[in-house]
T-cell receptor, first 112, second 108 residues
């Protein structure tokens, strides 16, 4: 398996634009997590899914953030409209419940 | 709010010394505990996992878990400069939450 695949690796966008981050999980993993990492706040859990169903989105900072998992092979995290304070590295990770989580390479988002 | 707290660091030790990293968590229902290492600009990668109270050793690494005290630690023996990284504690009750990390520097 190729591991967790995230795209794009880098994204630079202007304030107010819509940003969509993508994640392809490892086949057979039933949990998918979206994290945001900054120097100030560390690795924050934004939302996680189990069998494509959102379980806990209490970490999503604002209504500007939304996430979907339409099938077992794909998830998106969308920010609309984006703001400079959204600049961070966004990670997707997946696992079989209770086991090691495998991370994608992350998307470095810069909002100018 | 479920919390995972790590000693803030940064932590600096000389080569060959023991590095001790600590973590506490608030969710008593947590079942699985992990230590990840993250090099600058890279993704976190697993070092060790522990599920039961007590010690678990893997090479130079020892993880310790005390569920009654809601405490998990990682000891790195014979620290090497290549161990210099940020160490992340993760606590899982199907929700895989991380601490803020402790930055470790091992000086030659």
């Amino acid at each position: 398996d190729a591991g967790v695949i995230q795209s794009p690796r880098h994204e630079v966008t202007e304030m107010g634009q819509e940003v969509t981050l993508r994640c392809k999980p490892i086949s057979g993993h039933d949990y998918l997590f979206w994290y945001r990492q900054t120097m100030m706040r560390g690795l924050e859990l934004l939302i996680y899914f189990n069998n494509n169903v959102p379980i806990d989105d209490s970490g999503m900072p604002e209504d500007r953030f939304s996430a979907k998992m339409p099938n077992a092979s794909f998830s998106t995290l969308k920010i609309q409209p984006s703001e400079p304070r959204d600049s961070a590295v966004y990670f997707c990770a997946t696992n079989r419940g209770g086991a090691e989580a495998f991370f994608g390479q992350g998307t470095r988002l810069t909002v100018v | 709010q479920k919390e995972v707290e790590q000693n803030s660091g940064p932590l600096s030790v000389p080569e060959g010394a023991i590095a001790s990293l600590n973590c506490t968590y608030s969710d008593r229902g947590s079942q699985s505990f992990f230590w990840y290492r993250q090099y600058s600009g890279k993704s976190p990668e697993l070092i060790m996992f522990i599920y039961s109270n007590g010690d678990k050793e893997d090479g130079r690494f020892t993880a310790q878990l005390n569920k009654a005290s809601q405490y998990v630690s990682l000891l790195i023996r014979d620290s090497q400069p290549s161990d210099s990284a940020t160490y992340l504690c993760a606590v899982d009750n199907n929700d895989m939450r991380f601490g803020a990390g402790t930055r470790l520097t091992v000086k030659p």
